[in-house]
């Protein structure tokens, strides 16, 4: 059996520890991670070199190769340790806790304006999601189809989404949940990142809130549980904390090339997927900027 310490946990998984035992499952294995689930919720143990996210284990270990763990097999969690199977054992003593403190939305929204501008057209020419980006030629007919989905669904919800009903914006977001390929389909990183953004407004009028939740509904059974548990928590402002360091970077940062290097990071998660929230989360700003400006001018006449 392969001991490791454990070099962080997140809120979430702290609070499992709290009971004696409990019995875990593992769900899927990969190099740098595996996902476990604790009374049909997942969580997640990862290696050294991935960032801080919610219901996350860091472990101090470089990968996951030669653990000899694979999907179905059992083990358990207790206040002490995580063990699976007799193959790894997580030293759980003395672990510091990680929490996601997502910033509020601004009251001087400058810097949030020219930030998202920065970062579109930094999406558009360095971006890893193929649908966004502004010239891609080596595109199978699969991916072409795909692509024009993505743009025109993401479009369509983006564009209608300050005139339509709650229930028409439902609707236009039910088209993305699920669609596109990979571990968490393209339209649902999109969607984990518009939720983040509208977490970050306290500003009940927009009614953001109870789209998140209908749209968290639709997603349990419209999608992989990898993504439905990305959509939980980005509707209660929880991410992981590379994301959490771009959205603040947007909303205070200066500097051009600040805002370049914290997308960059957020880029390299996934294939596309950090690409994909990313957009979300820019579109997801830009309409509460206009919700908002839409606010102040009603309140004038």
């Known amino acids: 059996m392969k001991h490791v310490r454990a070099l962080s946990m997140d809120k979430q998984f702290k609070e499992m520890t709290n009971d004696s035992k409990i019995v875990l499952i593992v769900h899927s294995v990969f190099e740098r991670t595996i996902n476990i689930l604790i009374e049909d919720e997942l ?25 000899d763990i694979d999907a179905n097999m059992r083990g358990f969690l207790s206040p002490e340790k995580v ?14 806790t ?19 501008s920065i970062a579109k057209r930094e999406i558009g020419r360095k971006g890893h999601a193929r649908w966004l980006l502004e010239k891609e030629s080596k595109l199978t007919a699969f991916d072409k189809e795909m692509g024009r ?107 051009e090339e600040s805002i370049k290097q914290t997308l960059s990071k957020v880029m390299e998660i996934g294939s596309s997927s950090g690409t994909e929230m990313a957009w979300g989360i820019l579109n997801g700003l830009t309409l509460l900027l206009k919700q908002e400006e839409q606010n102040d001018n009603t309140s004038k006449n």
């Open 43 to 67: 969580f997640t143990l990862a290696c050294s070199q991935i960032d801080n996210a919610p219901a996350t284990l860091v472990i101090d270990l470089p990968d996951f190769n030669g653990c």
């Open 83 to 96: 063990e699976i199977n007799g193959s790894l054992s997580i030293n759980l003593t003395s672990t510091p």
């Open 98 to 116: 990680w929490e996601c403190q997502l910033i509020d939305f601004p009251t001087d929204k400058k810097d949030l304006v020219k930030n998202i």
């Open 149 to 255: 989905m993505l743009r025109e669904r993401t479009t369509l919800l983006i564009e209608k989404f300050l005139t339509s009903s709650t229930n028409q914006n439902i609707q236009h977001a039910k088209q993305l949940i699920g669609l596109g390929q990979g571990l968490t389909p393209s339209g649902d990183d999109f969607l984990v990142g518009f939720l983040l953004a509208f977490s970050m407004n306290k500003n009940e009028n927009f009614r953001q809130k109870e789209w998140s939740e209908l749209i968290v509904k639709e997603a349990k059974s419209n999608t992989n549980i990898i993504s439905y548990s990305a959509l939980r928590y980005a509707a209660i402002g929880q991410t992981r904390e590379t994301v959490g360091l771009f959205i603040e970077a947007l909303v205070s940062e200066k500097k």
